[in-house]
């Protein structure tokens, strides 16, 4: 028996010699989450991830304990049942929504989808990061829109609009800012994008706003074609650690991101408990309630101390640091985890002097408010 053996091809001197990631991977920052440990590794009281201090619901912790006993098969491909009852709870056709690993996935799958080598995709200037990542990851060119007293500025979207661009995302409350723009004038940013320009709108702080003028997206989402609306099962819902998001739109958009999306992207304890946490609303009652009482209790104790906090709707605050020695966003922050408290720094977002605060508990909220007052020396 003769054995056929190949030639090995022969490249020229230039050749590399190992794997080389394509043009501009390595030019993307990686993610950094927030810390989740003090100095001296003693933690006491960790707000530096926008995590809810209730917890999740007690029926969505005995859907995932009892998700245990079929650890061995695959979970629905479809999270066909997870997808009826975000349906039902929010009155959405089940068809037009896409699971996924988190909002994340979701928002990334829109990019591989939507975006390509010599495409541009819009963001605010102090928008989530994952937004440029995506971009980024996709081959594509981020056009970053100035923001106005650290809002986005609709205006200023539009203006960033060419030929090139095909996506646009909004995160309506923004991280880190926890600001927000009036859905009238998503309405109007919407108008005047390019029928073929996505509009990304990201809510996933949308349950705990409460003002009159604030809507999440849905209703564009259910009618348009250019809209898509993303939430997730981290924040109000206390998910996290399962990684579970959501998004609606139009069917041709979610058919698109369904044939890329990994077939069991989403895992089945993610499903279960997500079903029971959608569906209790006493629970998400009980989390608006916590922060419409602390969000603002928070905010006019440490106004009262002189610091600046940016007007937020969400369940976090944006501390400004006075520009001076030994005062600054990272004198406070070493200060903080000194104590054992662990606040996020925001100098990769474009604010570097500035802390982001999660509303934690009673005892959290106090005890930071406490020690900022002794770092002031107010």
């Known amino acids: 028996m003769t054995v056929m053996t190949s030639a090995p091809v022969e490249f020229g001197q230039d050749s590399p010699n190992r794997p080389v990631p394509r043009p501009g991977v390595l030019d993307i920052a990686a993610y950094v989450p927030g810390k989740s440990k003090a100095v001296g590794g003693k933690t006491l009281h960790k707000l530096s991830s926008n995590e809810t201090p209730l917890g999740a619901s007690e029926k969505a912790k005995a859907a ?20 009826k009852a ?30 390509g080598p010599g495409d541009e995709a819009i963001y605010s200037e102090h928008g989530f990061l994952v937004y440029d990542i995506a971009i980024r990851a996709a081959g594509a060119a981020p056009v970053v829109a100035p923001e106005r007293n650290l809002t986005t500025d609709a205006d200023a979207v539009l203006e960033r609009v060419t030929p090139r661009t095909k996506m646009v995302f909004l995160a309506n409350p923004n991280n880190p800012t926890g600001t927000y723009l009036p859905f009238e004038e998503i ?91 959608v569906r209790d609303r006493a629970f998400v009652d009980a989390a608006v309630a916590h ?51 662990v606040l996020r720094l925001v100098g990769n977002y474009g604010l570097p002097n500035a802390l982001r605060m999660s509303i934690g508990s009673e005892e959290a909220n106090r005890t930071v408010v406490s020690h900022l007052k002794a770092f002031t020396g107010s």
């Open 187 to 277: 309405r109007r940013l919407h108008a005047g994008l390019p029928d073929n320009v996505l509009l990304v709108l990201d809510a996933a702080y949308g349950e705990y706003v409460r003002r009159n003028d604030y809507e999440s997206g849905i209703e564009l989402a259910a009618t348009s074609e250019n809209v898509v609306m993303t939430r997730t099962f981290s924040k109000i819902y206390g998910l996290a650690n399962l990684r579970l998001g959501w998004g609606f739109g139009p069917a041709h958009v979610i058919d698109a991101l369904n044939r890329i999306r990994g077939p069991f992207n989403v895992s089945g304890p993610a499903i279960a408990a997500g079903i029971e946490a």
């Open 86 to 115: 975000i349906g039902e709870v929010y009155g959405l056709n089940a068809d037009r929504i896409i699971c996924g690993a988190g909002s994340d996935e979701i928002l990334s799958l829109l990019a591989y989808a939507y975006l």
């Open 64 to 83: 995932f304990s009892n998700s245990g006993t079929m650890l061995e098969l695959y979970p629905d491909g479809s999270a066909s049942e997870l997808r």
């Open 291 to 341: 922060n419409d009482t602390w969000l603002p209790w928070v905010t006019s104790e440490l106004e009262g101390l002189g610091l600046t906090v940016t007007p937020s709707v969400g369940n976090f605050i944006l501390i400004h640091f006075p520009d001076k020695d030994g005062k600054r966003a990272r004198d406070a922050d070493r200060y903080l985890s000194e104590r054992g408290c």
